[in-house]
Structure formats: C-alpha cells, structure tokens
C-alpha cells in the first residue's frame, strides 16, 4: 500500500502575512515563494493540509463563520494559482484566557501541541512519519515534532522568543516558503541517496 504523507502548512506568517486576528479575505494573498514551493513539494506526492491556531474565536474577536470566509478565500487562490485544493483545513478555537466559556480551556489541539496533525492522520490515514510540518515560530516546529514529522522553520521575523526545549529544534530554517520546500525536496533526494540529511541541515 502506497505511504500517504503530508506537508502541514501554518496559515499566518506562512502562507499568507501574519496579520492579527485578520478575517478579511481582501487583506489575503499568499507570500512570496508559496506558489512555486507547494509545486514542488505536489510533484514529490505530499498533500497538503492547513493547520491552524484560531485564539481569536475564544477571544470573542470573530466566529468560526468567519474563519470558513478566510478557507474559502484561501482555497480559491490556490486555485487561481493552479495549486491542488488542500485536503483539509484544521484549525484550533481554544484559548485557556478566552472569553467563550466553552472555548476557554486548555487543549491538545492548541499548537505546539500536535492535535490538528494527528487529527489530520487520523482521518486521511497519513504517515506522519514521513510528512513534515512548515511553519514560522516554534511552536509550528514543536507540534510538528511532537506529531512525529519533520519540521521546517521558515525564519522571517516572526519567532521573536528563540526559547528552547526538546520539540523546539528544527530539521533545517529557511528563508521563505520556497526555501523550506527546496530543503524538503533536497532531503528526499539525499535520502534516495543513501546521504541522510548532509549538506544542508541547519539547526539553532
């Protein structure tokens, strides 16, 4: 039986710009490198899965209406861009400080903890062990990690904290989305290889 693997895609600051609690599907394009870097990492077979934190849901800030707005909106640049749709769009609504009783808690699916992949790998039958996780702070990296992929870091400016632990290390950083899709496809290769991971692998 054929492996299914999986590229878990942060939403903002990775695909689209990091704008807060953003809900409104005109502030939304995605970032440079993303159209060309999804392309690549399709043509090595990986699908593609949205995985999200949503805090502004239990802060009271918008509904998860408005949140279906955005994944439709995101779902049609993909398509615009003559990128396959993503198979799924995970998000969390959980905040332990939120206003929304029933969302105020806290939660597995929250990143960095790794709820929405295994989630995702529950109902797609995914190998996580052979699905990488991209994102732009750590703790993409960590729920990535915890999940059992790879992980990427695409080192932009928006991890500002840097603070370490077990999960937090990444396989390699890149400098944008094309970046961390160059170094999935690289280690694919090396690997065919018998290289492992040399010649590129950065850590922190």
């Known amino acids: 039986m054929q492996v299914k693997k999986a590229i878990f895609l942060d939403k903002d600051g990775t695909l689209i710009p990091n704008i807060p609690y953003n809900v409104d599907p005109d502030k939304i394009h995605l970032e440079s490198g993303v159209v060309e870097g999804l392309k690549l990492?399709?043509?090595?077979?990986?699908?593609?899965?949205?995985?999200?934190?949503?805090?502004?849901?239990?802060?009271?800030?918008?509904?998860?209406?408005?949140?279906?707005?955005?994944?439709?909106?995101?779902?049609?640049?993909?398509?615009?861009?003559?990128?396959p749709p993503f198979k799924a769009f995970y998000f969390c609504p959980h905040h332990p400080n939120g206003i929304v009783s029933r969302l105020a808690c806290t939660c597995n699916c929250r990143k960095p903890m790794p709820g929405l992949l295994q989630m995702a790998a529950f109902d797609h039958q995914l190998s996580l062990t052979h699905s990488w996780m991209i994102g732009d702070i750590l703790n993409d990296i960590e729920a990535g990690n915890r999940a059992g992929c790879k992980s990427v870091l695409i080192n932009n400016g928006n991890e500002t904290l840097w603070e370490s632990g077990p999960y937090r290390t990444p396989y390699s950083i890149a400098s944008d989305f094309l970046n961390a899709a160059e170094s999935i496809v690289s280690h694919l290769t090396n690997e065919q290889h018998g290289y492992g991971n040399i010649g590129y692998s950065t850590a922190i």
């Open 41 to 83: 990492l399709v043509q090595q077979g990986f699908d593609l899965y949205v995985v999200t934190n949503q805090s502004g849901i239990a802060k009271g800030y918008f509904s998860e209406d408005d949140i279906f707005v955005v994944r439709d909106a995101l779902k049609q640049l993909f398509e615009i861009n003559g990128l």
